[in-house]
């Protein structure tokens, strides 16, 4: 995918070097601004073909001219119909989109899902314009909600820096199984693939860190099941593979609807209990603050209901 970017230099870049710019300011690589030297009209300062070195000045007008070589998509298996389904896109522009994912749909393609995931979708409805998909961040298959997807290299670098510097803020809603003593919280257990078992993860000393907060927002005392369950809002400061469920479930509250570590079947809808359902994110290069939510029709009614409940609280 070809991308054109023009920025008139603010006084804050003044007498800082191209490449101080294209680091600091687009989170370009290292690789990538390697590439752009090679391009006829990779960077032109004022018009003029430059090297990274040179220095700006304040209202200078620099063109980035980015050119994602590895745009062949080699993975599009033309197997899936278009019309087999039609990814909700919650966001998009030139560099990202944010899709809607429901339970049960892989991102990638793994073991048993070959052109059924949701970057074949995404790829079939994208065909015509070029752009490559690199998923930012991971999301289960049995977990709905945002999912951040890049259209080329320059904006997955960028984004993927967002993620790690926290600049990135993604909350989960789940439903967990009793009541918790602790309304709110940290969840501080290592995590580590089970070695008896593909696929799954436990809680273990020789893992790696990861960290979970949570917050309580409402308890239900009664459910067709004939268990109390808790609606929490969680938030993840490390992104290991199924880091809720296996937090939640090593505290004694599986999520309801897990058929790994937790509750199965799920009283209030069949899907796993667990949906990510807000995201707030910087553009990369406009830097314009973006908040997207889910549209899971299921979380959304859970979400309004309690909110609901709560404006009718007394002071």
Request: proline share 5%; with cysteine.
């Amino acid at each position: 995918m070809d991308r054109l970017w023009k920025f008139q230099i603010e006084a804050v870049w003044n007498q800082r070097t191209i490449e101080d710019f294209l680091r600091r300011h687009l989170n370009f690589t290292r690789r990538q601004i390697s590439s752009l030297k090679f391009m006829e009209d990779g960077i032109r300062l004022n018009g003029q073909k430059v090297r990274t070195t040179c220095r700006l000045h304040t209202d200078d007008w620099l063109t980035i001219h980015l050119l994602d070589r590895k745009s062949g998509d080699k993975t599009r298996i033309p197997s899936v119909s278009r019309t087999a389904f039609s990814p909700v896109v919650l966001y998009e522009d030139e560099d990202l989109l944010v899709a809607d994912k429901p339970a049960g749909l892989p991102v990638h393609p793994s073991r048993g899902h070959y052109g059924d995931t949701l970057l074949d979708f995404l790829r079939h409805n994208l065909s015509a314009d070029g752009s490559t998909l690199h998923p930012v961040g991971r999301l289960d298959k049995d977990t709905a909600g945002i999912v951040m997807i890049a259209r080329h290299r320059a904006s997955a670098a960028a984004l993927s820096s967002q993620l790690q510097n926290r600049q990135m803020e993604k909350t989960y809603l789940a439903l967990a199984k009793g009541t918790f003593e602790a309304k709110a919280g940290e969840i501080t257990a290592p995590i580590a693939p089970r070695e008896d078992c593909l696929n799954q993860m436990e809680i273990s000393e020789k893992g790696k860190p990861a960290v979970t907060s949570y917050q309580v927002q409402k308890e239900y005392f009664t459910s067709e099941k004939g268990f109390p369950y808790s609606l929490l809002t969680c938030r993840l400061k490390t992104g290991r593979t199924h880091q809720i469920r296996v937090h939640m479930a090593c505290t004694g509250h599986p999520l309801l609807g897990d058929p790994i570590y937790g509750i199965t079947p799920n009283p209030l809808f069949p899907s796993l209990g667990l949906c990510a359902f807000s995201c707030s994110f910087y553009q990369p290069f406009t830097k314009k603050r973006i908040r997207v939510t889910t549209k899971q029709k299921e979380w959304c009614i859970l979400w309004n209901e309690f909110m609901k409940s709560r404006s009718g609280e007394s002071p």
